[in-house]
């Protein structure tokens, strides 16, 4: 049985929750392994994959839409266990929000199983975050993300198994809060902070998933060697990868796949399919360079047949061309077996599509995605320009049902990228695919 990753190849927001929900339909596991509720996977089902508002009657349903930020997005499918991996940061009340949400949809419990090495995030993150600058100056999620990984590095994060020693968990989290009240004595909203109510609350909250916390590295390993069907879903994206992405204007974690490594303990040799998830286009939430951002009327237009407003906090997305220079980086880094593209259907109506192959950086032609901010910032797209199209293509389910220019699209990014492209979107719903 297959470990498959499914990460994101660009800024995120690629459509990778709609991906896995449907690979997920096979899986034994649905693995998150990074990040918190600064993801937004939004999955719409057209039909009831198994238990999921199935009406008295036994009858389809209608079209369903279900946002996961913290689990993943395998879990509405009733054989299909959700881990939510140590190399996250969970947020306990959305946890338990989205819990609910969920066994409601689903009209039962999921199994879910979270690591006990898994840090917590907690409400003074996002107030730290705030306080320090970093929302405005990177435009982040404002979810807390950075404080909560950067408690982890200094090595004073408190974490899943806290919960289970009440005591130590109350003394832990007064002294963090402590800390950061010292620093800013007269914020109000951090000083209204009261350890020992914020432990209790929490505490409580822990009651409805402390019984989940488990050794996910053991129980994963288990279960590659008892060959079960695993699937790793990436929150966020390559470009936004801490390390490997366009710093500073990254998250604070490790969407790539070394992330499986270090964020489940599975070694990425165990993966047998790397599936890159990408846009027809390109889009990016928040701050930093971006080569094909299109501004102007063609942004528009893109964003509107997009719909691109984020999942987590319904900004607008810049959008722009798609970058095959930055999704050979991302091929690369990743080691992607395939692509997965999506949204094809938002580029019909374009008389001709630009496609980044290369950059021009001070008259030199770059063919090599530069991760150097400074240098990334002014770099200009070389563009060919591809015939587009304009029959609608969300009823296309084979490859050779789509227009010719259409296919010539696909062809050209096969070629760039020398992996072949194997599922391609051409709508929201689960039902709008052609698989190749
Ligand atoms: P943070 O992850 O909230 O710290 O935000 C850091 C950067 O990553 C910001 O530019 C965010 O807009 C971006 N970002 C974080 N999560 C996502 C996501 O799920 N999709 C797209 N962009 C994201």
Not at 282 to 303: C, K, N, Q
Not at 318 to 329: E, I, K, T
């Amino acid at each position: 049985m297959p470990a498959v990753a499914v990460l994101g190849a660009q800024w995120g927001d690629e459509g990778k929750g709609k991906l896995v929900h449907l690979l997920a339909r096979d899986a034994d596991y649905c693995v998150r392994f990074n990040g918190g509720t600064n993801a937004g996977h939004r999955v719409v089902t057209s039909r009831v994959p198994t238990v999921v508002g199935v009406g008295a009657n036994g009858g389809e349903t209608e079209a369903q839409e279900f946002k996961f930020h913290l689990i993943p997005a395998g879990a509405l499918h009733e054989g299909c266990a959700a881990v939510l991996a140590h190399g996250m940061v969970i947020d306990p009340y959305a946890l338990v929000a989205e819990l609910e949400a969920l066994k409601e949809l689903r009209g039962s419990e999921p199994e879910i199983y979270i690591s006990s090495n898994a840090h917590l995030l907690l409400p003074y993150h996002p107030i730290v975050e705030r306080l320090e600058g970093s929302q405005s100056a990177l435009d982040t999620t404002a979810k807390g993300i950075g404080p909560a990984y950067r408690d982890k590095a200094a090595r004073i994060g408190l974490r899943m198994s806290d919960l289970l020693f009440p005591q130590r968990f109350t003394e832990k989290l007064a002294a963090v809060l402590e800390r950061y009240q010292r620093i800013w004595p007269d914020h109000p909203e951090l000083q209204r902070l009261r350890a020992q109510e914020l432990a209790h609350e929490i505490l409580r909250l822990a009651e409805g998933f402390r019984d989940r916390i488990v050794d996910t590295v053991r129980l994963l390993n288990d279960a590659l060697d008892q060959n079960k069907y695993i699937i790793f879903e990436g929150a966020q994206a390559t470009l936004l990868d801490l390390d490997l992405g366009t710093y500073p204007y990254v998250t604070s974690s490790t969407p790539t796949i070394g992330g499986i490594g270090s964020g489940a303990g599975v070694p990425p040799q165990k993966i047998s399919r790397v599936i890159g998830v990408a846009k027809a286009y390109t889009t990016r939430v928040g701050l930093g360079p971006f080569p094909t951002e299109a501004l102007g009327s063609a942004g528009d237009r893109l964003r509107a047949a997009g719909q691109e407003f984020g999942t987590t906090t319904g900004r607008p997305r810049r959008c722009g061309w798609l970058d095959l220079v930055a999704l050979r980086y991302a091929a690369m880094v990743n080691g992607f077996t395939e692509l997965a593209l999506t949204k094809l259907d938002v580029l019909t109506g374009f008389d001709e599509i630009p496609v980044a192959t290369s950059y021009r950086y001070h008259g030199r032609v770059l063919h090599d995605f530069p991760t150097v901010c400074e240098i990334l910032q002014e770099c200009e797209p070389v563009y060919e320009k591809l015939p587009g199209w304009h029959e609608p293509l969300s009823d296309c389910r084979e490859f050779s049902e789509l227009p010719r220019a259409a296919q010539q699209y696909v062809r050209l990014i096969e070629d760039e990228l020398g992996i072949p492209i194997t599922m391609i979107s051409v709508g929201p719903s689960d039902e709008q695919n052609l698989w190749r």
